[in-house]
């Protein structure tokens, strides 16, 4: 594994750290190569069934590092070509991802470093977090799906406001808007998302996975198309073993023990 990431396994689980907390986590295209790599041994393992992705240091992710464009040469540089290669992949893989994805904001997070977080399906914040979408700032566009994303967390008047004027809100802020599940202090803040990880990862995973195609499918379905989706997805998930284990762990008054698997 790249040092500018770290993947570690937990019991059902893995913690994936953004490792460059001098740049504040600032992104390379190294860094994501190995971001996305470490997403996808995730998935390749059946051991592992949730993960956790977070930042090292006081910051989660400043975004681009924007030492690593050769600025002489940004006038020519194709940047709609590294958002292809890069980010793309890397977005469309955490929404998609088998796995349900927790992010753990630990500290500031701008620019593509804010996309990355709400690309992910539970967004925790510290308390002194805070997310800025600072691309109008250095005359770029939000990318990273943010252009997307936002309006749909937290409709389009906040949306254009936080795009146009890049000013940096609060966890708290962003935790009142939709736009973050939770805002939890400080020093508890990788405690609890590790509980949070850790429950997710004892859940029925192939059925979490089936709930992430329902919800990533409604954007764009029309009321028809997402009833006949929910038909066939739960018709999966009624076939499954963990179904049948609910199901009879709730009737004889027990926790259920779910194989993740359908
Ligand atoms: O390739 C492309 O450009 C296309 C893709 C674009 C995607 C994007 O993400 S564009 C947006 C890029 N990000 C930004 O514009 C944010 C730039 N950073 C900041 O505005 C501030 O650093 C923060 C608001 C994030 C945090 O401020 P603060 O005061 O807490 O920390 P700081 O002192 O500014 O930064 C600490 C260090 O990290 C500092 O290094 P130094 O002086 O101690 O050696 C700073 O230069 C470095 N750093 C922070 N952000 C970046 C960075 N270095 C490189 N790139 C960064 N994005």
Redesign the pocket.
Known sequence: MDADIRSEARDAYRVITLNRP???N??TATMLRALRRAFEEAAADRACRAILLTGAG??FC????????NMLDAAN?D?GA??EEL?NPLIRLIRTHPLPVVCAVNG?A????ANLALACDIVLAARSAAF?Q??A??A?IP??GGTWILPRLVGDARARALALLAE?ISAEQAAEWGMIWRVIDDAALMTEAETMAAYLAAQPTATLGLIKRALNASPTNDLDAQLALERDLQREAGRSGDYAEGARAFLEKRPPRFSGRM
């Open positions: 001098e740049k504040l600032a992104t006081r910051g400043a975004g681009q590092d924007l030492g690593a464009v540089a940047l590294l958002v980010y500031i701008a620019g593509a470093g800025v600072a691309f700032r250095i770029l990318d990273a940096k």
